[in-house]
């Protein structure tokens, strides 16, 4: 594929900034095409025409109207100072990276902790066992004994003023893993909040609830931390949190500091580029937060521009990335580990598969085992290791798959296709991260130091770590782990970040084939081999990820993306 000639400027960031999204690309030929113009082609007059020239008192009109907004942003930023403020909830603030990094959750920012339901005396003393105990993760599925088949009792045990909530990392990790829709409730319909979006969910046909309206219409139910959840009809009251992480992505946010939070404004600092920019957001519609203003320092006001302009380009282009993971998350592809194995026999079935498909056969074998091409949909039905999950969706993104059972049986080729660009093993973790060291132009490879390398057993030492490096890691990236699982062999797992905190930068959801293509948090992708630790992060070039993905009108859409709330 022939290589298009491209020029690219970039103006000097700050090291905070470069470590976020990479130091400036030189790119040069390979087997995929680049980019060509991008934002510049967009933005220049068409062919043969002169940029128009601004008319003389344009300049000092448009410095004096943006000099009065900034004074006007400014004057409110000092209103909403005097205001009294909210207490937040400094209990969940303090160990906010390890409670998302191990449960599963939508960050949102609370303007007081909820209060724990007032209960009998069985409650009470229910809810200081789990609380005293030394583990209370673990002592929480000894009280569900008591709690599981009696919903009154179980809501006011485990829901604080209708929130699933807990300021206690390992019991806010059980809590995701064991509280079900249908411990609480027997009512037919119930409604349920997470961060802006508000669903209802009705009795399906077993005994579990099941969407009926938003992206995950008809799914099975679940239960996030921090979502509030109530009976349909019944008056919840305003709520105690407030959607942060929308408001941050609409307007191209990096990250947000909290200064303080009144009755209907949030006054931050938000950080684009090297520049914590002060920021006031206006509390709507309940739990929903717009942008109010900022007041950028005239001196920076072009840096923050570009920086602004930056992240939103790079949250475009990871967005259509992110659609392709949640589609091999609905295809439930397998992972490729044979049923019968003769040893170590991870990876057979992909060739065995291909080689079904191409011949035109609806199954094949494998150790005496059939296993079928398509699904039932009629989808492929293509076995995974992990990286296959990561460049699968690099492809896909790009437009390259297999057709499926109604189309012509063949390879579509989009704009990049991992067999034609001289990896030597494609399928292998290790080679990839060799092979994107090796590419420059098209991904930015970070390895950790030996003294970085915290296994995640450690659980507080590893978040702690992720928490004060989490520059180093955004939604789009590749994550390898290695070392010993429980055979005390090291091995090697890849995944993407999916999503991050607003607030802390933190990475809270994490996507791989794991066993089955899943979104779930740290604690979910890293508890079966808690040995292992981060060994290097792999980052897409944004230039490249332009190049190659294809944007269309689905991938500019930042909604919650479908399946975020699938099994843990």
Known sequence: MALVP???????????????????????????????????????PPAGEAAPSPTPSAAPAAASAESARLADCRAKIAATEAQPAEPGAPGLEQRRAEILGRAKAEPVLFRRAPKPTSGSVEVESLRAQLHSSPSPGWALHGVYKTVG??????????????????????????????????????????????????????????????????????????????????????????????DLRRVAADAGMERVRVRRITADQVLADARHGGHWVPTLLRV??????????????????????????????????????????????????????????????DGNLRPAWRWAYTHGWDSYTFNEDTYMVFDLQGRPKVPQVCIDFVTDAFERASGTWWGDRTAERQRIRGQVDFDDVGIDNRRSVEVFLRFAKDRPEMFDVTRLPDEERIRFSERGAFFAHLGEHADRYVPGDVVAIHGPRSDGENHWHSFFVYDSDPLTGLPTLLASNAGRPRIRSWEGEMRAAPLRSIHSRVRPRLEWLEAVIRLDAAAATREPPPLISAPI
């Open 6 to 44: 491209t020029l690219w400027r970039q103006a000097p960031v700050a090291a905070r900034h470069r470590d976020r999204y990479g130091p400036p690309t030189v790119l040069r030929p390979s087997g995929l095409v680049l980019l060509a113009c991008a934002v510049a082609c967009a933005q220049a």
């Open 149 to 242: 088949n009696r919903p009154d009792v179980a809501r006011a045990l485990l829901l604080s003023e209708g929130y699933l909530y807990s300021e206690i990392p390992s019991l806010a990790a059980s809590f995701v893993d064991v509280v079900e829709l249908h411990h609480l409730f027997r009512e037919p319909e119930i409604t349920l909040q997470r961060g802006g979006q508000t669903l209802r969910a009705k009795k399906g046909k077993f005994f579990w609830y099941e969407y009926v309206d938003g992206p995950e219409r008809g799914q099975r139910a679940r239960l996030l931390l921090f979502d509030r959840v109530w009976v349909s009809g019944k008056d919840p009251g305003p709520p105690l949190h407030l």
């Open 284 to 345: 709507k519609d309940g739990a929903r937060l717009e942008l109010e203003c900022q007041a950028e320092p005239a001196e920076h006001q072009a840096e923050i521009v570009q920086a602004r302009g930056l992240a939103l380009r790079r949250q475009r282009a990871v967005d259509r990335v992110r659609s392709a993971i949640v589609t091999m998350v609905g295809e439930a592809l397998p992972f490729d580990e044979p049923k019968t194995e003769e040893g170590q026999q």
